[in-house]
């Protein structure tokens, strides 16, 4: 038996909260297994909320925790069974640092994923000793215990698509909780079916709190919305709204861009080739948020191309209303107006503003998902770029959540 000191000093070493050492031996040259107790005597029971120190049963068991220096560690854990004094059932007791049926500690299950992230599977599992079946088991069952609880309590929800593919048509539907920012689902379809399925396993007492639902322009998501949670505002973002004006915006640079090609004078055609270069995302952003040099960059779009100057600022128009600290019947007609100027250049968008009218107009009452469901977006993206390259969807999906959860 080591020396009470001794024990003493591993107990400080490996930090462990009402844990006690009380033994250790090494399995290997560099591999130790390290006996731990749990310090407090009573466990509460979950079936009366009664404390009980009467042991039932015993139950050891080896878990991996994070290593110590350059050695392995596994712990000898005793996760007891007692017996409730007062409603007599048997319960297992919880212990804080190893989630029940898991064989390995919650903190070592945080560095493999941080590693994971940061790399790869096959690193993360060489550095820890596991092979990568062992992490991929690692991050299914960390995903499994993110999405375990569906939410009991939701008032804003956001539905919002990703592609899962770098260029690819097919649509993955994420579900966000915009009070927590946290995503509750990750769908691999975009279709009606998928969704209202899901959206049902939520359950009644769930769906009729809900007060509000952000979506993206897509129509089946409205009668969806309409028949499945009776209480919900349907809000369309302007972030939706925004985000489809500019692709009309950047579609019009391009046709510019593709008929200056064409012209046969080499001195107007590359004149206006070079006012046009690097445009992109000068027109995409906020004359507020233009630095100098993106300033000048609009001016000769105006230059070269004025139709496409003048769609510039009808976009800022259209983000000027968004911006004013307006009510919803102000708003109306402020769209009104300022749709009666862009039909002429943004057809397809004037056309979804009047289908969506209520909806947007519903943003200017609530405002409470200003900036939220843009964040997400923006979010997604980049954790897409991370997770480029993963065909299977079971494996997007977890780098998708885990990257919400654990690097944000
Ligand atoms: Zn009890």
């Given amino acids: 038996m080591p020396s009470n000191p001794l024990l003493h000093f591993i107990t400080k070493v490996i930090n462990l909260e009402d844990v006690k050492v009380i033994n250790y ?24 909320g009664n404390t009980s120190d009467k042991i039932h049963q015993n139950h050891w068991y080896r878990v991996r925790d994070i290593p110590l220096s350059d050695y392995q560690v596994l712990l000898k854990v005793n996760r007891r069974q ?18 029940a049926r898991r064989t390995y500690t919650k903190r070592l299950a945080m560095k493999v994923i941080k590693e994971v992230l940061e790399t790869n599977v096959e690193s993360a599992a060489r550095r820890n000793r596991m092979t990568t079946s062992e992490v991929e088991t690692l991050l299914k069952e960390l995903e499994v215990d993110l999405l375990a609880e569906k939410p009991k309590k939701l008032k804003k929800l ?25 995503p509750i689902a990750l769908l691999e379809k975009r279709n009606k079916a998928v969704i209202a399925e899901y959206i049902s396993s939520l359950g009644l007492e769930v769906l009729s709190q809900i007060e509000e639902v952000s979506i993206d322009l897509w129509i089946p998501y409205k009668s969806l919305i309409q028949e499945m949670m009776p209480n919900a505002q349907i809000v369309a973002d302007r972030f939706h709204v925004m985000k489809q004006i500019n692709e009309e915006l950047d579609q019009k640079r391009k046709k510019e861009k593709r008929a200056a090609e064409k012209i ?13 270069t690097q445009s992109k995302y000068p027109l995409l952003k ?20 004025p139709e496409l100057g003048k769609m510039y600022r009808i976009k800022e128009g259209i983000r000027d209303i968004f911006d004013s600290p307006i009510t919803s019947d102000e708003a109306l007609y402020k769209f009104l107006e300022w749709t009666e100027t862009a039909y002429k250049y943004f057809p397809k968008s004037c056309r ?46 977890r780098r998708i959540l885990l990257n919400w959860y654990f690097c944000y």
């Fill in 25 to 48: 031996h090494f399995l290997t040259d560099d591999e130790i297994v390290i006996e731990i107790e749990n310090k407090l005597k009573v466990a509460k029971c979950p079936h009366c």
């Fill in 82 to 99: 007692l017996k409730c004094k007062k409603c007599h059932q048997v319960f297992s007791e919880e212990l804080d640092f190893i989630k």
């Fill in 158 to 182: 956001g539905i919002d698509e990703i592609t899962q593919l770098k260029g690819g048509k097919n649509y993955a539907a994420v579900l966000v909780d915009l009070e927590t920012r946290k």
């Fill in 264 to 276: 046969k004078n080499k001195k107007e055609r590359e004149n206006i080739l070079a006012g046009l």
């Fill in 286 to 305: 906020k004359k507020e948020n233009l630095n100098s040099e993106e300033k000048a960059k609009i001016e000769s779009v105006e230059k070269v191309a």
């Fill in 352 to 397: 979804t503003i009047s289908r969506w009218i209520d909806e947007i107009l519903a943003y200017f009452d609530s405002r409470t998902t200003q900036g939220i469901v843009e964040g997400i977006n923006q979010k997604i993206k980049l954790i897409k770029r991370r997770a480029y390259g993963l065909t299977n969807f079971d494996n997007f999906r």
